[in-house]
């Protein structure tokens, strides 16, 4: 098995050439990002594995099918980059559904916690040894409301995380866990009435229709005045400009982003012997609160790893039975819940 890696980084590279050569996958790494002007990379593969920020589009399967490649395996749990419905009965997408949901909710934590103990200040006059307080004043978590949007693997962890401080819980799901749900200290509610009471609201849900640009200015203008925005999950969640506007409005009292609506062509990379074009990401990343890190919540040894093993596990699976339990379908987004429709 001959598969291109597209967007590959020297950290990718361990655990995958440590699994590839274990399961007999040979791999071929590119820097470069899987698009329409690059697709002609995976002539002679089997197979392609994409991240987060590659492109994914008709075009793309297209030239992808008519060169003989058709596996898709996306080193992530989402999939908002494919182009689903143009992948139906051409192009079998495989994902990792779930690798260190750790990760990501403790870089949500740490995040939090930077930002309102001013501990990136703290640091920066420190190191100009500058040891005075002022400005630097914080709040407690203890006895605060937290909104979690989204109470997947990862929302449940930070939920955990939250109850651990000693925080109360509003979630929303549109399919809720009932066994977080005691009734006081974590408990469902409706959208409104998270975005209404909430001190801190933190995103955890995949990037869809349904989903995209769901804080926006109608509902920033329902938070509490000073509430803190974490999202750790798909950039498009948040309208930037609307948020921006907030923090200008002093309606939002911090955010903090691991991920941008207009990533794909900066996050990853060193722009830091370039003038930034993204107006949105330059301003935001200027405000005194606001924190911005480079979509690296996933960025541990135990992730990275979890990435590599199912990666590789999904590839061989498929090639070896037609059939892989991680596969994506058009149908509902899980090909393992409708083997029965026979979709693709």
């Excluded at 030239?63 to 992530?76: D, H, I, Q, S």
């Excluded at 309102?116 to 200040?121: D, G, L, Q, S």
């Amino acid at each position: 098995m001959k598969i291109a890696f597209f967007d590959t980084k020297p950290y990718d590279k361990d655990s995958f050439d440590r699994y590839g050569k274990q399961y007999g996958v040979d791999i071929k790494y590119f820097e470069t990002k899987l698009n329409e002007d690059t697709a002609e990379l995976a002539q002679g593969y089997d197979g392609v594995c994409v991240f987060v920020n590659d492109t994914i589009n008709a075009a793309v399967i297209d030239k992808l099918v008519a060169m003989g490649v058709n596996v898709l395996a996306l080193r992530c749990a989402g999939f908002n980059n494919v182009d689903m419905k143009h992948a139906y009965g051409k192009l079998h997408v495989l994902r990792v559904p779930a690798y260190s949901p750790y990760a990501v909710a403790e870089h949500t934590m740490a995040l939090l916690l930077t930002s309102i103990r001013r501990i990136h200040k703290a640091y920066i006059r420190s190191r100009d040894f500058n040891f005075s307080l002022v400005g630097l004043t914080g709040f407690d978590l203890y006895g605060k409301t937290v909104g979690v949007i989204g109470t997947g693997r990862i929302g449940r962890v930070f939920v955990d995380i939250c109850k651990g401080f000693g925080m109360k819980v509003l979630a929303y799901d549109k399919y809720p866990c009932a066994e977080i749900d005691n009734g006081d200290t974590v408990r469902y509610a409706e959208l409104d009435e998270l975005l209404e009471k909430s001190d801190i609201i933190s995103l955890h849900c995949p990037l869809s229709d349904e989903t995209y640009h769901m804080i926006d200015e109608n509902a920033l203008k329902k938070c509490k005045n000073g509430v803190v925005i974490l999202n750790t999950s798909r950039g498009a969640l948040v309208d930037a400009e609307a948020l921006l506007a907030g923090i200008k409005s002093r309606r939002v009292g911090a955010a903090c982003l691991d991920v941008y609506e207009e990533e794909s062509d900066l996050f990853f990379e060193d722009n830091s012997g370039h003038i930034m074009q993204d107006d949105t990401l330059a301003r935001l990343i200027s405000m005194p609160n606001v924190i911005v890190t480079s979509h690296q919540a996933f960025l541990t040894e135990e992730a990275l790893e979890n990435i590599a093993e199912t990666t590789i596990k999904n590839i061989v699976e498929f090639f070896e039975t037609r059939h892989c339990s991680n596969e994506l379908c058009y149908c509902n987004g899980s090909a393992q819940d409708c083997k029965e429709r026979k979709c693709f």
